[in-house]
């Protein structure tokens, strides 16, 4: 009699726990898988759209987003961070991961194409004249804002453009170097720096500042955004990296200013 009790009573446990263990996978699949994608952060808005559009189509995927400088980016992932999706805003970071095996190198693709714009807050006058034959410092008053020209993707393409104009070496010491584009921006929006560097598209965003002149092609490298799925990434993250670059998303990019890279 107390063996049976016993048996009965262990059998009740097995499938209390059967029970459990299916109750948990049930939970796991009503909520759903997750896609971590670590994104320059002059792509906050617009990846932040596409993700909400994309968690509207599939509901049982959740896109977890990850906006700062893409060299922080980088170096988080790097250090263990689980990312799914890396776009970066120039190759530099990209490759800085790719050398150390941490995407997967058949994914890779050059996604988008951006510009470089001069800024001032909007309530300020200041006429810049692109040409060799001025001097920028000579042409404003306070302080230039962009990126760290020796990590953040946007400060080396200012850098470069300074330096086409012969304008570097007499700016440097004006010049206020930040950890991303969208806090330069802000500086800007803020009249803590009477001009900034910033890419076409961040400065399309802002209502504070006005594009003072647009730097020409030629005068930096092409600002091209490479994009990958990292080594960890899975099924779900490889369909949300696809859809990125169907053409329903391409018009999302094309809204807020993005070119697609050829």
């Not at 509207?56 to 988080?76: E, M, R, V, Y």
């Not at 004249?129 to 990126?147: I, R, Y």
């Not at 859809?243 to 809204?255: C, D, G, H, K, T």
Request: charged share 20%; aromatic share 10%.
């Amino acid at each position: 009699m107390g063996k049976h009790r016993l048996r009965n009573q262990w059998a009740s446990k097995a499938t209390l726990w059967t029970l459990l263990w299916i109750a948990l996978l049930f939970v796991g699949a009503v909520q759903g898988a997750e896609v971590r994608v670590y994104a320059a952060a002059s792509l906050t808005d617009v990846v932040t759209e596409l993700a909400q559009r994309y968690e509207k189509q599939h509901d049982n995927i959740s896109i977890k987003t990850a906006f700062a400088g893409s060299s922080t980016l980088a170096k988080q992932i790097e250090n263990g961070a689980p990312a799914d999706v890396f776009i970066s805003a120039d190759k530099e970071w990209a490759d800085y991961l790719a050398q150390r095996k941490l995407l997967a190198s058949d994914s890779r693709k050059e996604l988008l194409v951006n510009s470089l714009v001069l800024i001032a807050p909007r309530t300020a006058t200041v006429p810049i004249e692109l040409t060799a034959d001025k001097t920028l410092v000579d042409q404003f008053q306070g302080k230039l804002c962009t990126g760290d020209p020796a990590s953040v993707p946007v400060g080396k393409y200012a850098r470069q453009a300074l330096g086409y104009y012969g304008w570097w070496n007499s700016i440097a010491s004006r010049l206020v170097g930040t950890e991303d584009v969208r806090t330069a921006l802000a500086f800007v929006e803020r009249g803590e720096c009477a001009l900034g560097i910033v890419y076409k598209t961040d400065a399309q965003m802002s209502q504070k500042v006005s594009v003072v002149a647009q730097f020409p092609a030629q005068a930096h490298q092409p600002i091209v955004y490479p994009g990958a799925l990292t080594k960890i990434a899975g099924n779900d993250a490889a369909a949300f990296w696809q859809f990125l670059q169907s053409p329903e998303a391409i018009a999302v990019f094309n809204r807020y200013g993005f070119s697609t890279s050829p």
